[in-house]
Nanobody, 124 residues
């Protein structure tokens, strides 16, 4: 069992930055591919980014490529999402997820554990 707790969301102006984090407890954190998803009101939950076990391989949705950076610190059991140049369309609840596999996925159903989410609101 893995417990995931996100923090670091909030209100930010257009063009600003936020850095949500996700702290994991339970089974060996470094055995999991970690992902970030987001869900805006009235929309499906969508993939944002994922990172491999060791952090050497990263994947991004086209909508955030070049603006967001995913990273992890296995010693701290924590994954981060650095979000820069934020836009109003980035407003959503951001969820951290863990996949017990060596293979990355953009599909929600492939992730085994989820956090409770953290709200990010971008205003102009």
């Amino acid at each position: 069992q893995v417990q995931l707790v996100e923090s670091g969301g909030g209100l930010v102006q257009v063009g600003g930055s936020l850095r949500p984090s996700c702290a994991a407890s339970g089974r060996t954190f470094s055995s999991y591919v970690m992902g970030w998803f987001r869900q805006a009101p009235g929309k499906e939950r969508e993939f944002v980014a994922a990172i491999s076990w060791g952090g050497g391989v990263k994947y991004y949705a086209d909508s955030v490529k070049g603006r967001f950076t995913i990273s992890r610190d296995n010693a701290k059991n924590t994954v981060y999402l650095q979000m820069n140049s934020l836009k109003p369309e980035d407003t959503a609840v951001y969820y951290c997820a863990a996949r017990y596999s060596s293979r990355y996925s953009e599909l929600r159903r492939d992730y085994d554990y989820w956090g409770q989410g953290t709200q990010v609101t971008v205003f102009s």
